[in-house]
């Protein structure tokens, strides 16, 4: 956490919390004034961090050796045009008492089907009608085989898992952007979660994903 978090992130572009999908390695790329530019610091499986729900994006990008190009827009508004050949994508904000604010943005095929099936999720629950924002623990990585039976190829996923709610306010870097994406309906799928006005304490129990992700996946 910094001094300038209550700022909403408008002081500088928010640190990049990236997943490898080859390595299994979750990090995050933070500003080194030495080398004036952003270097990878690794978390360790067992992070805590809050979702802002409420300004979630999706949309198609494509990224390359020698360009980034994310055409995004907020869930609920129209998807941005874009060429042919760019991908499905996604992009949400997080934040970590230990580590700041981060935003999540990838088009690669496994994390935007783990980050898909979190909103998915998110959205069976009874708290997040009632505007409540969910914090997840990102456990170690699973292996994801993808290909043939007698060639598959490995890759890993991260490990999504709800632990607690609590009051999007409660977060000044949340709380600092107004909400732009509606409130889903009301679900009682989900109802063994408490209400909480803290992040917790850390666990360190690990649960896998819901989904089969061992099938066909293009990358």
Not at 199 to 208: A, F, G, H, V, Y
């Amino acid at each position: 956490m910094t001094d300038l978090d209550d700022l909403g992130g408008a002081y500088m572009h928010p640190n990049s919390l990236r997943f490898n999908a080859v390595t299994g390695i979750l990090a995050k790329y933070v500003f080194d004034p030495e080398e004036w530019r952003r270097v990878p610091v690794e978390i360790a499986p067992g992070s805590h961090w809050a979702i802002d729900m409420l300004t979630r994006r999706r949309g198609l990008g494509r990224v390359t050796d020698g360009s980034y190009d994310m055409r995004l827009s907020y869930v609920g508004e129209p998807v941005p045009e874009a060429p042919d050949d760019f991908k499905p994508a996604v992009s949400m904000m997080l934040y970590s008492p230990e580590h700041g604010l981060c935003y999540m943005e990838t088009c690669g095929a496994i994390l935007v089907r783990c980050i898909s099936w979190l909103w998915e999720y998110y959205r069976s629950f009874r708290q997040s009608s009632d505007g409540l924002i969910p914090v997840i623990e990102i456990g170690g990585p699973r292996e994801v085989h993808i290909g043939s039976r007698n060639n598959p190829r490995l890759f890993y996923a991260p490990q999504f898992k709800i632990i607690d709610w609590i009051e999007r306010d409660t977060v000044p870097a949340f709380r600092a952007t107004a909400p732009t994406v509606a409130l889903p309906p009301p679900s009682n799928m989900q109802i063994g979660f408490r209400s909480a006005l803290k992040l917790p304490k850390p666990k360190r129990e690990r649960s896998e994903l819901a989904d089969d992700l061992n099938d066909e996946i293009p990358i």
